[in-house]
Each structure stands twice: as C-alpha cells, then as structure tokens.
C-alpha cells in the first residue's frame, strides 16, 4: 500500500523511549484483514485513506492509538459497539473506532474525506453532547504524538 497521510508514521516505526526495552515497534494488519472490517463496518466500501494506512502500519500494534484490552480490531470494534448499545446510545453515521481507553473511545466517521476528522465519544455522559470533535484528524492526531515523542525522548 502506498502510503500518503501517515508518512511520519511510516518513518518512524518505533515508539521513542529512553529504555530500550520500551521501544516497541508498530505492527500492522494485511490488506485483506482491512477488506474483511471494510464489508463488517462498511458494507464493503473502502474507508477513508488515512485510516487504511493506520490500520496497515500499526492495527495489530500502534504506540499512538491504544486499542485496549482487545486482541483485534474487530474485537475492539464489537465490544464498544455493545457498550454503546448497553448504555442506549447510537450513531447514525458509519463510523470505526480507532482507540479505548477506560470506557471513552476515539472514532471517525467513515463518509467524510481522506483524513477524517476523530472525535471523542464519552457513552457515560448523560448530557446529549456525547461526541465532541477533537480538533484533529489522524493525520495531524499521530504526527502530534510522534513530534511530542520525539521532542520529549518517550515517556520511560
């Protein structure tokens, strides 16, 4: 896969730490397991370009998307989408989740451009503004992290 948005990503495989031991590297899926989740949560159609490139350089292992406890992306996907139906939320637009933590999730939405914006989806919250935009989109998301990263030398 030819990679467009997430070029920093790309170059920079390896999660910055001052321990060696927390230097993981990023592991992605193939082309075909991003087909099986494009007919599961798409209905087949393609998802926005920088989400497949996410999902090929590091959907089986990101250091700037956390994916949970989860053991695949269809998992992770499956879980949150029954938390949202246990809790009486939904959204009405197709939409993948790109990262949990605690009972909060990030996600896009799978009908907007090539590097959709993520938003922040808080199901516990008994306000009807739920979702909220986190100003960013994944490209900008992951080069932010990278560039802290980098700046700060990792967290350990």
Same mark, same amino acid.
Do not use: C
């Given at each position: ?31 075909d397991e991003i087909?099986?989740?494009? /007919? ?33 992306? /269809? ?14 939320k939904m959204i ?15 996600? =896009?939405?799978?009908d907007e451009e ?40 990792? =967290?350990?």
């Amino acid at each position: 896969m030819e990679i467009e948005y997430l070029q920093k990503l790309k170059e920079n495989p390896r999660r910055y730490s001052k321990r060696e031991e927390f230097r993981f590297e990023i592991k992605g899926i193939s082309i075909d397991e991003i087909q099986s989740l494009e /007919k599961l949560y798409n209905n087949g159609n393609h998802f926005p370009k920088s989400l497949r490139e996410l999902l090929f350089l590091s959907g089986n292992y990101s250091y700037t998307f956390s994916w949970g406890i989860n053991d695949s992306q /269809k998992e992770m996907q499956e879980r949150v989408r029954e938390n949202l139906k246990q809790r009486g939320k939904m959204i009405f637009k197709p939409y993948y989740i790109i990262e949990v933590y605690d009972d909060r999730f990030f996600f =896009v939405y799978l009908d907007e451009e090539d590097d959709p914006q993520i938003y922040d989806g808080n199901p516990w919250s008994s306000s009807e503004d739920w979702i909220s935009s986190v100003d960013k989109t994944i490209k900008e998301f992951v080069e932010f992290d990278i560039d802290r990263m980098i700046e700060y030398g990792g =967290v350990n």
